[in-house]
């Protein structure tokens, strides 16, 4: 299977509608003159979803390789409305994850 369609696959799972890929996008994410993330972001168009017109997706492996592959899907909704924002969307709820756990 290939990536694009094993993203489809996962936001056909999750959001339960069908997806067109449109385009991949280099994004590189810094913080404090670090890169923090640096990757590329697939476009897809969503077909009849109720609330977007448009998903970002892509998949990585945690730093702890006994960990599975994860998979990201950031619906195209205000505020995020590019794959920049859909990447530090992702990126402080998965902080706020992380927080919420160490209490």
Known sequence: MSYIRELQD???KLHGVASRHVDSVPVKET???ETVW???VEVFDLHQHPKATRAYAWAHRPADQAHPKRHVTVLHVPPVIS????VKAAMAQEYQKRG???R
């Open 10 to 12: 996962v936001i056909w």
């Open 38 to 40: 640096d990757g590329v």
């Open 100 to 102: 919420q756990a160490e």
């Open 31 to 33: 913080l404090g003159g």
């Open 83 to 86: 794959a920049q924002l859909a």
